[in-house]
């Protein structure tokens, strides 16, 4: 014969079986919300880091139009004769061919 828990028993097990579910979705709806609130943090982050190098962006190339605008027409020829290998920093390359200007990011 089989020895089976009487009829409660089997509800109780199944009551506890939902009540596990029910801890293992809270649970995974915390892990969610500290995800997405990692993640809403990153991406602002990451929205101010791209803000900031915009700015630099523009400064640079302010900058860079200045410069050469105060360059002679050799050092120019010189410029464009240069090429910069890829993803290689070409500030260094030019540099040698530019005389010393004062700072004017600050003016």
Do not use: W
């Amino acid at each position: 014969r089989c020895v089976c828990p009487p009829f409660p028993a089997k509800v109780a097990s199944g009551a506890s079986v939902v009540a596990i579910d029910n801890k293992i979705e809270q649970a995974m709806d915390l892990v969610k919300s500290h995800l997405m609130y990692a993640v809403r943090e990153e991406v602002e982050v990451l929205k101010e880091q791209i803000k900031e190098l915009n700015e630099r962006n523009s400064v640079l190339e302010r900058e860079n139009a200045l410069l050469k605008s105060l360059a002679n027409s050799d050092q120019l020829s010189q410029l464009s004769q240069v090429t910069a290998p890829p993803l290689q920093d070409s500030s260094h390359t030019v540099s040698h061919l530019l005389p010393q200007q004062p700072n004017v990011s600050s003016a």
